[in-house]
């Protein structure tokens, strides 16, 4: 397949997504897209309706899911009036884990004003969007190969502490009712303390009212708790060493600071801007927060619905390659000329 754009960090495609896709030889860490919306706008990429839409995003999940790594991650955006219908979509491919919103706050008063004025004519009979969503979701199973590996990891390290206290409670002859009973009635507080201290799943540390409790009814926990305590936190810096060697097993998420919570404050691409080249352009900062927080440094980023290449340029920006596929030649040489531009900029 013959790239209608690259440089060192970007490839972009001129072609349908869909026939594209499965043509690709990668692993991305991230797929990060923006489809049409679905006759939101008036441009012709946009003239698609509610179902056709559903099925494009469908269709376009089950194509780039092969490529996407076991660990990574999904962000797509849409209009709010979708948000529920393209999250169900991908709920039956992915697991979603957020709906984003996009809030372009800094607009939100002049818009509001002109909405407040155009209300007035064409008598507006429900809220005017001053938002879009982002729908976040990870391939089903992401963090299952993480997750087994480190419980067994933490039940092998911890497995000392753990014979300690499943030992003294075999030694004194209660049963699991009787003895939470007993550490109710000591602590004056109802805590499965079975469930953590005696276990190996769910394993916790007892705190140190909960072990001077303990030890009145199993008395084989003869040691001192400073002593005990010394233990586990050496155990834990053991089982943390171990832990690097699995951590990228794990789906990579390292939130900036912008991106602690589901709401994302963003300035849109106002029209008239110099630097826009697309009516749905992204704004770099977004993408550039949501690259560095979901995908790893070095990785790549695959997004099938181009449109201006903002995403590309965002990923080139923090170090992360990226593919990009755009149908309309139109839009893909524009988005190309900015490839270029800022290439030569840098
Ligand atoms: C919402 S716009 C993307 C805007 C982009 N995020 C940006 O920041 O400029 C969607 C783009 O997807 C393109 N598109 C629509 N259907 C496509 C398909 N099946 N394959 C590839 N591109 C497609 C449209 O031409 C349009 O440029």
Redesign the pocket.
Known sequence: MTPYYQDNFTTMYL????EVIPRLDVRAELLLT????GRVLSDD??NIDRSSLLS?IDDTMAAALPKLAANGTLYV?CWPQVSDLVASTMRRRVNVLSNIVWLKRERLNEVARGMMRRARIVRMRSPGSETERIIMAEPWGADGAYSTRDAQAFAGVMRPLIDYFQQAFAASGLSHKALQDAMHRLTGVRYTFDRHALAVSQWEFPTRDQYTAAQTVMPALRRDYEALLRDYEALRRDYEALRRDYEALRRYYQPTAHNYTDVLVCPPIAAGRRDRV?P???PIELLRDMIETSCPPGGLVL?????????AIAARQCGRRCIL????EK?AEKAAERLDADNIRR
């Open positions: 072609g349908d997504s869909l923006d489809p049409p919306y990429w946009d494009l955006f697309h749905a352009q992204k997004d099938p619905f181009a449109g201006s290449g903002a995403t596929i755009e149908r309309d839009i």
